[in-house]
């Protein structure tokens, strides 16, 4: 082995880097700017849980004529931890605020609890979860048993620590849904967006290096035929791609699901169409595969933070949630977990498909608008 050899190759490879300005500035500020927003995302503080309280239990009458409520000691104990914010509701508030996601779970407590607690009974509780996140109710029986071991006086012969049994109640998934059941939506999109991204990204980048683009421009073909052309073939396989990624993770992993397949595969179909066209598009600013694949960190990692991969795009700051909603994942996430997970129709998707075909539609034409003659 001779150094000298070795060394030159190693000094041409960082000479050609180097005269690249545009890797040397992917190479040294995306990081910056990808760790910094994923710092910045995961040190956010917890906005804790909303948990509604419907009180059905009116009470119990004293000997002295004063009225005592163990479901507004209730309250009282869960309003006083920090990670929760406690509003009483009715039942049917109670749910329509949960299917809204604007609570995390009620708890109802039904007539004649108090009663139960004054009387040492084993007193019960029902816990009603939104069903789209299995780690809510480990969260929410976390705080309730809390409260609870602070104890619910209702008076002398009340016991201090009453046993409480929990009867949970899903408005969507149920026992049978894991972690896995309800990040699966989620997934699904992500990789099917990936995997397409980076495919045709590469795929029409070589199209440009072996000259076919340079061929194809000389001919009377518009810019925007070729573009079509492309996406058509690119569209196939990747339609290919997202069918296996769907059917696999339904039929292999075994993901529990109430909604339509066949709408899924929509979402996920009008996704993928636009990630074609979006690397199409950013591929036509690439002069190598190295550059295609530095796209990444700049195009899907930002999405994957801030598309409800990671945290609810609601529990965002304001600034952020405005970016997500510019993202396609955003939507495609949306449409899943509510097709997947809450058992919704087109109609209930119907916005969150006309965005991600406006998204299609737009990188469709801006891969028409940026096609030129001068290639690598």
Do not use: C
């Amino acid at each position: 082995m001779q150094p000298n050899r070795v060394f030159a190759i190693a000094r041409r490879l960082i000479s050609q880097i180097r005269r690249d300005h545009r890797s040397v500035g992917l190479i040294i500020l995306v990081p910056m700017v990808v760790m910094g927003l994923l710092g910045y995302i995961l040190r956010l503080e917890n906005q804790g849980l909303a948990i509604g309280i419907a009180a059905e239990d009116q009470g119990i009458l004293l000997p002295t004529g004063a009225r005592i409520s163990a479901a507004d000691r209730l309250m009282e104990l869960l309003g006083g931890r920090d990670e929760l914010q406690v509003n009483a509701v009715t039942a049917e508030e109670g749910e329509r605020l949960l299917r809204q996601g604007e609570l995390d779970a009620m708890v109802v407590l039904p007539e004649g609890f108090t009663q139960a607690v004054a009387q040492g009974d084993k007193p019960r509780l029902e816990l009603v979860l939104e069903g789209s996140n299995p780690g809510q109710k480990q969260a929410v029986m976390f705080a309730l048993t809390g409260a609870l071991a602070q104890g619910l006086s209702a008076g002398p012969t009340a016991a201090e620590r009453p046993s409480v049994e929990f009867e949970t109640r899903y408005i969507y998934g149920g026992e049978e849904y894991d972690f896995l059941d309800s990040f699966a939506p989620v997934y699904i999109a992500f990789f099917a967006f990936f995997f397409v991204f980076l495919l045709t990204g590469v795929s029409f980048l070589r199209e440009r290096s072996q000259g076919t683009m340079e061929r194809l421009l000389a001919t009377p073909v518009g810019r925007g035929e070729i573009v079509l052309g492309y996406m058509l073939g690119f569209g196939l396989f990747a339609l290919v791609q997202s069918a296996v990624v769907l059917l696999f993770t339904i039929y292999v992993l075994r993901i529990h699901h109430t909604g339509s397949l066949a709408l899924v595969f929509l979402v996920e179909a009008l996704l993928t169409v636009g990630a074609v066209n979006l690397g199409i598009f950013l591929s036509t600013y690439a002069r190598t595969e190295l550059q295609v694949v530095q796209f990444i960190p700049i195009v899907i990692v930002p999405q994957v933070l801030l598309s409800g991969v990671i945290l609810p795009v609601d529990s965002l700051p304001r600034v952020l949630r405005v970016v997500a909603s510019l993202m396609p994942l955003t939507y495609a996430n949306r449409a899943m977990t509510d097709v997947m997970i809450r058992g919704l129709g087109l109609a209930d998707v119907a916005a969150e498909l006309a965005v991600l075909l406006g998204f299609a539609l737009a990188a469709l034409l801006l891969s028409a608008l940026s096609i030129r003659r001068q290639f690598v």
